[in-house]
Every structure is written in C-alpha cells, then in structure tokens.
T-cell receptor
Framework: KAGVTQTPRYLIKTRGQQVTLSCSPI?????VSWYQQTPGQGLQFLFE???????NKGNFPGRFSGRQFSNSRSEMNVSTLELGDSALYLC????????????FGPGTRLLVL | QKEVEQNSGPLSVPEGAIASLNCTYS??????FFWYRQYSGKSPELIMS????GDKEDGRFTAQLNKASQYVSLLIRDSQPSDSATYLC????????????FGSGTRLQVQP
C-alpha cells in the first residue's frame, strides 16, 4: 500500500507571496492532519480534516488555511508569507482520526526569503 | 495548556546497551500514546502505539505506560548505531481535540 505523499517536496518563496501544499493520504484513510515543524517550536498541529470537514484547528493565524476533497486529498494554503513561516510542513493520515495511528508523509520544506 | 515533556538529550549509549527514553504528559484524560522516530531531515516514522497501562513489546522496542503517573517510556534493547535519531513522544486525548500533541523529542546517539 502506498504511503502518504506530499508535493512539492521543496519550495522557496519570498515574503508576501502565498503557497499551496498538497497531501494525498494512504488509500482508505479519511483523516488528514497538518503539522508545522520548526527547530524552535517543534511539531505543532495546524488542522485536521475528515470527510471534507475541518474538525479541529490549532493555534495559527488565519493566513493558514486548508481544505479536503472528496477523494480525501488535502491542500493547505499559506497567504502573505512571513520569514517565520519557513518550516517543514508535514501531513499525516489515519483512518478515522488522530486517536489512532497517524502516518506521516515526507513533508514539504518551505523556505521564505 | 496541555504539555508533553521530554528530555532533549542527547542521550548517548554504547552499541548493544539499552536506551531508555522518557515522556511525561500533563492532561489526565489522554488516551492514546505514540512513539515516533525522526532521522535528521526526514519525517517522523511510527515505532509504537500504546493505549493501556503496562508494557507493549515489538521486537527490540518496549513501550511502557503508567497513566496514574502520567508517564510513558520507550526502551530500545541492543541499541544499534542506526537507532541514532530523535525520538518523539505524542499524546492524544481522544475526547474532542482531534490532534496529537508532541514533545520536543529526545536525541539518541548510539556509539559504535
């Protein structure tokens, strides 16, 4: 069974731009969670989607948004990029939610200049 | 603020020794506990999940959970240099907040 895939793997943007990251979960998984990982803050929860509905959102500004499609694929968008948004963005999928095992994708490394 | 605490390390052990990694959590209603391994520049990889008090063994890895003490640990027997990585403890409360809370990770170094 194929794992979680994320595209693109690397991205360089400048301040003020916006970016869209994509995540395809493991087949049969309906829950997709997004996390931001930085050296200073560690792994922080962004939001979780299940059946095209956002069920929970972490403590991030409204510039961070996401959505999920009927095939469970998910995208996250960051608008008006700031230098501090430079991070590894990780997507994780599970069958029904984070209470059970989540499997992580390889991540998208975003650098904001 | 729900917290998951881990010693950042590095924890250095010789090859073949037992590595003991510890994690404490603040939220008493936490129900699901996970250990992930993360190599530098890579994404977290699941090692173990544990839901009930006691020990759970999988190969060289043993997870131990004590909900009364709000403590979860990971033992790695016969440590190998390839085990050198950062080990992340993650906790989920399963009561509405559908998100994992991660500790900052413990860096393990296995010396050949």
């Amino acid at each position: 069974k194929a794992g979680v895939t994320q595209t693109p793997r690397y991205l360089i943007k400048t301040r003020g731009q916006q970016v869209t990251l994509s995540c395809s979960p493991i087949s049969g998984h309906r829950s997709v969670s997004w996390y931001q990982q930085t050296p200073g803050q560690g792994l922080q929860f962004l939001f979780e989607y299940f059946s095209e509905t956002q069920r929970n959102k972490g403590n991030f500004p409204g510039r961070f948004s996401g959505r999920q499609f009927s095939n469970s694929r998910s995208e996250m968008n960051v608008s008006t990029l700031e230098l501090g948004d430079s991070a590894l963005y990780l997507c994780a999928s599970s069958r029904t939610g984070p209470g059970e095992t989540q499997y992580f994708g390889p991540g998208t490394r975003l650098l904001v200049l | 603020q729900k917290e998951v605490e881990q010693n950042s390390g590095p924890l250095s052990v010789p090859e073949g020794a037992i590595a003991s990694l510890n994690c404490t959590y603040s939220d008493r209603v936490s129900q699901s506990f996970f250990w992930y391994r993360q190599y530098s520049g890579k994404s977290p990889e699941l090692i173990m999940s544990i839901y009930s008090n006691g020990d759970k063994e999988d190969g060289r890895f043993t997870a131990q959970l004590n909900k009364a003490s709000q403590y979860v640990s990971l033992l790695i027997r016969d440590s190998q240099p390839s085990d050198s990585a950062t080990y992340l403890c993650a906790v989920n409360e399963d009561t509405g907040r559908r998100a994992l809370t991660f500790g900052s990770g413990t860096r393990l170094q296995v010396q050949p």
